[in-house]
């Protein structure tokens, strides 16, 4: 059964931390994506790759980066992370019949 | 610039109801639209993609409808029951990217 895999389902840091957030596909897809998602405001991209090593950004990318070492994995990075990136975060890698989402990170950050 | 719009933003119904769920969009320059259900806490999970050189899908009690022309997409659920309570989202394909509305928050009533 194909899947997508977050690493963390629940995850809390504090402001200021670095947090990592990972994200595997068994697929061989091209492209991967993270989307955060917030009520009242839907989900929204931060970033996406579409090949090992590229990357672009998304809507939403400030205060993010992403790395894409291994096309199986596309890790996103909160460089200094601030209470208003309280969020579920979701990773999907694109097919021919659409993005297939992993279950989701919600990240709290105090 | 691309935006997906869905109303309402919340239904009740009672059980064994036929509903009919809307999505908008702005840009007729789509590649497909994709239907999703979300379940509290979870990822996204596919239900239907329409190309865009389709007019609708059916799969089960869900029919999908696209007109292009017009930026409209309906998705209609037959025989409603308690399962079907979830969130419902449709999204657009644009090249790499996947736009998707706010979602409709459905609640079937035993």
């Known amino acids: 059964d194909v899947k997508v895999t977050q690493s963390s389902r629940y995850l809390v840091k504090r402001t200021g931390e670095k947090v990592f957030l990972e994200c595997v596909q068994d697929?061989?897809?091209?492209?991967m994506f993270w989307y955060r998602q917030d009520p009242g405001l839907g989900l929204r991209l931060i970033y996406f790759s579409y090949d090992v090593k590229m990357k672009e950004k998304g809507d939403i990318p400030e205060g993010y980066s992403v790395s894409r070492e291994k096309k199986e994995r596309f890790s996103l990075i909160l460089e200094s992370a601030s209470t208003n990136q309280t969020s579920m975060y979701l990773c999907?890698?694109?097919?021919?019949?659409?993005?297939?989402f992993g279950p989701g990170t919600r990240l709290t950050v105090l | 610039k691309q935006e997906v719009t869905q109303i309402p933003a919340a239904l009740s119904v009672p059980e064994g109801e036929n509903l009919v769920l809307n999505c908008s969009f702005t840009?007729?320059?789509?590649?497909?639209l994709q239907w999703f259900r979300q379940d509290p806490g979870k990822g996204l999970t596919s239900l239907l993609l329409i190309q865009s050189s389709q007019r609708e899908q059916t799969s089960g009690r869900l029919n999908a409808s696209l007109d292009k022309s017009s930026g409209r997409s309906t998705l209609y659920i037959a025989a409603s029951q308690p399962g079907d309570s979830a969130t419902y989202l449709c999204?657009?394909?644009?090249?790499?990217?996947?736009?998707f509305g706010t979602g409709t928050r459905l609640k079937v009533l035993a």
């Open positions: 999204a657009v394909r644009m090249a790499y990217k996947y736009i």
């Open positions: 999907a890698s694109s097919s021919s019949v659409g993005p297939i």
């Open positions: 697929m061989d897809h091209e492209n």
């Open positions: 840009d007729s320059a789509i590649y497909n």
